[in-house]
């Protein structure tokens, strides 16, 4: 057994350093562990009440025709509603210069039509797993929001969630493809 002086005046075995490191680290990561859990979120208007259904998948879902609900009629098309969507380079959540431009023209026609509302669907493409893509589309889909707050759209009028790879507008294994895929739809409701 080595002994290793312990700093303050006496001596500890090398086993006890290490015990004692591996208990400090299991202790942080065990309290990590707990501060990522999600507490209950509180309900009330605007934070996923009842009168805007919560939905485990991002902040709030309204009435309107989401993607959800075109996939399901088998109608999805994309794109389809007064907004346009904007979409996002591989991996990544930063908006494009030339979608910077659509989301101003986005943010006029929500200036023209303040009693609507709109929800930002992040999507992305068919790579990765299930849990990375819904994290991806989440970053997606508070990206466009974010930037349509800092154009003056008020940040109640506008909802998040994430649908991950779940719902393509396009199912081809290409780049072509993929591209199409990764993006921010806009579903407008009153």
């Given at each position: 057994?080595?002994?290793?002086?312990?700093?303050?005046?006496?001596?500890?075995?090398r086993?006890?350093v290490?015990?004692?490191?591996?208990?400090?680290?299991?202790a942080?990561?065990?309290?990590?562990?707990l501060?990522?859990?999600?507490s209950k979120?509180k309900?009330?208007?605007?934070l996923?009440?009842?009168?805007?259904g919560?939905?485990?998948?991002?902040?709030?879902?309204?009435?309107?025709?989401?993607?959800?609900?075109?996939?399901?009629?088998?109608?999805?098309?994309?794109?389809?509603g007064?907004?346009?969507?904007?979409?996002?380079?591989?991996?990544d959540?930063?908006?494009r210069?030339?979608?910077?431009?659509i989301?101003?023209?986005?943010?006029?026609?929500?200036?023209e039509?303040?009693?609507?509302?709109?929800?930002v669907e992040?999507?992305?493409?068919?790579?990765?797993?299930e849990?990375y893509?819904?994290?991806?589309?989440?970053k997606r889909?508070?990206?466009?929001k974010d930037y349509?707050?800092t154009?003056?759209?008020?940040?109640?009028?506008i909802s998040?969630?994430?649908?991950?790879?779940?719902?393509?507008?396009?199912?081809?294994?290409?780049e072509?493809?993929?591209?199409?895929?990764?993006?921010?739809?806009?579903?407008v409701?009153?």
């Amino acid at each position: 057994m080595i002994r290793v002086q312990s700093g303050h005046g006496g001596y500890l075995s090398r086993a006890s350093v290490l015990l004692g490191t591996a208990l400090t680290i299991l202790a942080a990561t065990s309290l990590l562990g707990l501060a990522g859990c999600s507490s209950k979120k509180k309900t009330g208007p605007g934070l996923g009440g009842a009168e805007t259904g919560a939905s485990p998948l991002g902040e709030q879902t309204m009435a309107g025709k989401s993607t959800l609900e075109q996939f399901q009629k088998g109608t999805l098309a994309g794109g389809s509603g007064p907004l346009t969507d904007i979409h996002f380079d591989y991996n990544d959540f930063t908006i494009r210069a030339q979608d910077g431009e659509i989301l101003k023209t986005n943010a006029a026609w929500l200036s023209e039509h303040a009693n609507d509302r709109v929800q930002v669907e992040g999507h992305c493409d068919e790579r990765g797993s299930e849990d990375y893509n819904i994290a991806l589309g989440a970053k997606r889909a508070q990206a466009a929001k974010d930037y349509l707050v800092t154009l003056g759209i008020a940040g109640n009028r506008i909802s998040t969630i994430s649908y991950g790879k779940e719902l393509p507008v396009c199912t081809d294994h290409q780049e072509s493809c993929w591209s199409r895929n990764r993006r921010a739809h806009f579903v407008v409701s009153e």
